[in-house]
C-alpha cells in the first residue's frame, strides 16, 4: 500500500476517537421501534419524527435514543 494512502488511514483512526471534530448538522435515518419503522431527521437545528407521539410533545422515544446515540457530535444544545 502507498505509503501516503497509509498515513491517511492513520490519521482518520485518531480523528475517529476525537468526536469534538465533527458537528453533525442534519440526517435522516429510519428507525425500528417496538411498534413499526420510523422516519426521523434531523435538519436546521430541529427533530422529526414520523410517529404519533411525536406529533402532539415534539419529542419521542425514538428522536431521545438519537440524541443519545450521536451526543457526542451533535450541536451542543442538542445533546
Ligand atoms: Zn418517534
Redesign the pocket.
Known sequence: MQSSLIGKIDKARRYAEDKDRVILTEFEAT?Q?DHGT?A?SYRGGKWH???H??AGWGV????MALQRLLGGILPVAER
Open positions: 428507525f421501534g420510523h426521523v419524527c414520523s410517529c407521539f411525536f419521542c422515544s425514538h428522536s
